[in-house]
Every structure is written in structure tokens, then in C-alpha cells.
């Protein structure tokens, strides 16, 4: 048994955790502080508190909150910008993944010359390597969804292309994240199901990927386990704190499985439609097309004793067929009240599902050399068209 580990990331987890961000030693004394362009950051106090801590402990601060749900190339490169012009030593990405994510894009920006897409692989990217370190990053999330506290992905989108495309390497991981659950009560019902879901299938990539070893093993099963314990909980109330704890715990295990292992084709296929239609949440897309892609991977016998284990651990605990999990997946989606989610309703049309397939492969192909199986342009179509409603 071999295997070469690396996580290097602090993590504070725990209720009232952001209270300790004023203690902790922080990688410079000026921040780059990354939040979205919607109201709920400020609103519910996040910002105040978090400039409040960061001020305690001597760090000056400059906010930038233009970060779209799906974030985007021009925003990257404007927040880089902002910090270069005012000499920020190290980036806080405070709010949801795309938050944190775009503030790991902009701290590697910060420090090197060109487009951000100079770096990218895939699509259109230049593949070019990272010349200088980014600067540190310090990520506070306030949802449960991407993992991105625990792993060195963030993933943005060129809109003049339509691409979708994840990044990282070692040198984006944070350098401390705060996971505190209560930041995550005020998260309304639907997003915690779409953000959960994401956890979920972060979990269950990283479970079947072809590039699985002993730890994402443990981190996807515990992480899929107490998704099926708590997800329908905090769905139904967004203020039990148990539950609330349990997927926020799921989520940071979600991320090290990315950091380990990681997704498949599952995500290249949402990446593309959401690339098409920035208004589709990640996770939402990720759920109407699990059914599908799920029932693929059983019917052909890809993985089977590795589905039959996460439907254990989703909750069925006398599951015996690769079946049994796609069953566990869409009674916990019933459970969540997210099983109806329709394509159509975020203007998708069947009519370019071919256009989604080949996108899909082009810019984010090199998960599909990680299935269990081989899932080919006309298996992704078969797979879309299926999910399609």
C-alpha cells in the first residue's frame, strides 16, 4: 500500500469558530476580502464580524464583492487588480464556494502577469505553469456545499467562450479555513439541499474515481454517511444545529476527497450546462443529472460493490445491487424536496444537449478518463437526454 497524502490546510471547525479568526496567525497584515455581489453577507453580519477579527488582529482590509454565483474571468482579474493597487499580502475569500473560490483565482493573479486563463488546462486555456506564488488565502465558508475550505480547486468561468473549467495546484490550498455551522442557519431550505447535494457527489465521485485510494475512501463514505443522516434535517430546519454540523462536517470531508481523489464526469457534464446557463445552481444541475448518470454506471456494471457501499452509507443498510444507491439517492432528493427539479426551468432545451455533450468533454475531458467506465460523447448525450424534462 503506497500513496503520497498532502493537505496543508488549518481548519477551525466548530460552532462560533469566526470568533477565533482575531487570535489565529494570519499570513499578513492587509487583506483582499472576497464576498459576493448579493446582500446576505452583509445583511446577517458576516462581513462586520469578520473585518471586526481581522482588525483585532492588526490586519487592515479592502472588501471586493462583485464574486457572482458562478464566478467569472473578468471579476478574477478586476480582483486582482484591487489588490495589486493596494498591496494586499493575502486573500480572504469569505461567503459560499464561489466566494472562496474566485478568491483563490484572484490570489494567483495577484502575483503573476498575463490572463488568468493563461494557466488554465483545457478549452482554451494556455496551460501555462504558475511562475510566482499566489498570495496566502484564508478561506470562511458559510455554506455547506463545494469543500473548497479543504482543497485547492476553484473553478471559473470565460463568458465570452462559455467555459466552465476547474483549476488548482498545491500553492492554492488555504492556508486556514473556518468551518462554524452557525454561520450556515441562515441558508434558506433549497440551497442547503442543492449545496448538500454537492457535498454529496463530490463524495460519491471521489468514491467510484479510478484514482480512489485507502483515504478518499474514508473521508467519501463518512462524508456520504452523514449526508444521509442529516441533509433532509437541515433542509426541513435550517436552525438544528446538529444537523446543521453534520453536513457542514460532510462538506469539509467532501473537500479533502477532492483534495485526494476526485470528481468525474458527472461535473464536466454540469459544469457545461451551467457554463451555458450561469443562472443553473451547481448543485441543482449536479441533482438532475445524478438519476441518469447513476443508473448508467449500474447498469453497466462499472462499480458495483462500490455502490451497494454507498448506499450503506446513504442509509439502506440492506442494499445488496449497484441499484439500491440510485434508490437511496432519489428518496433522500424526495426527502429534500428537490426530486422535480427541471432543466427546462433554468432554459435548457433538448435541443442543445449535443452542444452541452461536446462542451463538456472540450473543456473539462480529463474527468472522463477517470470513470469507472468509459462514458463516451454519445453515453453523455443518452445520459443528458435521460435527465432532461
Not at 188 to 201: K, N, V
Amino acid at each position: 500500500m503506497n500513496f503520497n497524502y498532502f493537505i496543508p490546510t488549518r481548519i477551525l471547525f466548530g460552532r462560533g469558530q469566526l470568533n477565533h479568526l482575531g487570535d489565529q496567525t494570519l499570513p499578513g497584515k492587509k487583506a483582499l476580502v472576497v464576498i459576493s455581489s448579493g446582500k446576505s453577507i452583509r445583511a446577517n453580519g458576516y462581513l462586520d464580524r469578520t473585518l471586526e477579527q481581522l482588525h483585532r488582529a492588526g490586519v487592515e482590509t479592502v472588501v471586493f464583492d462583485k464574486i457572482l454565483p458562478n464566478p467569472v474571468l473578468r471579476h478574477v482579474m478586476e480582483g486582482a487588480q484591487v489588490a495589486r493597487d493596494n498591496h494586499c499580502d493575502f486573500v480572504v475569500g469569505l461567503g459560499g464556494g464561489s466566494s472562496i473560490d474566485a478568491a483563490k483565482a484572484i490570489a494567483v493573479m495577484a502575483t503573476n502577469d498575463g490572463d488568468y486563463w493563461d494557466y488554465i488546462v483545457g478549452g482554451s486555456g494556455k496551460g501555462q505553469p504558475v511562475k510566482n506564488d499566489p498570495l496566502p488565502i484564508v478561506a470562511i465558508t458559510t455554506t455547506a456545499g463545494t469543500g473548497t475550505e479543504a482543497d485547492p480547486w476553484t473553478v471559473t468561468t470565460k463568458e465570452e467562450t462559455n467555459e466552465k473549467i476547474g483549476f488548482g495546484y498545491d500553492k492554492t490550498f488555504p492556508v486556514l479555513s473556518i468551518v462554524d455551522p452557525e454561520l450556515m442557519t441562515t441558508v434558506p431550505p433549497h440551497l442547503t439541499a442543492y449545496q448538500g447535494f454537492d457535498a454529496l457527489f463530490h463524495s460519491t465521485e471521489g468514491y467510484i474515481n479510478t484514482t480512489h485510494y485507502v483515504m478518499s475512501d474514508l473521508y467519501s463514505l463518512e462524508a456520504i454517511r452523514l449526508i444521509g443522516k442529516s441533509l433532509a434535517k437541515a433542509v426541513a430546519n435550517g436552525n438544528d444545529m446538529d444537523a446543521r454540523e453534520d453536513v457542514a462536517l460532510a462538506n469539509t470531508l467532501a473537500g479533502m476527497v477532492e483534495s485526494t481523489s476526485g470528481c468525474t464526469s458527472e461535473h464536466s457534464m454540469e459544469h457545461a450546462m451551467s457554463a451555458f446557463h450561469p443562472n443553473l445552481p451547481h448543485g441543482a444541475g449536479l441533482i438532475m443529472l445524478s438519476r441518469a448518470y447513476y443508473t448508467h454506471l449500474a447498469q453497466t456494471h462499472a462499480c458495483d460493490d462500490r455502490m451497494v457501499a454507498m448506499a450503506k452509507a446513504l442509509g439502506k443498510t440492506d442494499a445488496t445491487t449497484a441499484m439500491d444507491f440510485v434508490d437511496a439517492l432519489v428518496a433522500l432528493q424526495k426527502a429534500c424536496g428537490v426530486d422535480q427539479l427541471k432543466m427546462s426551468d433554468y432554459g435548457i432545451t433538448e435541443e442543445e444537449l449535443e452542444r452541452i455533450a461536446t462542451n463538456a468533454r472540450e473543456t473539462m475531458g480529463g474527468l472522463f478518463s477517470v470513470d469507472p467506465i468509459e462514458i463516451n460523447h454519445d453515453d453523455t448525450l443518452k445520459i443528458l437526454k435521460a435527465s432532461f424534462r
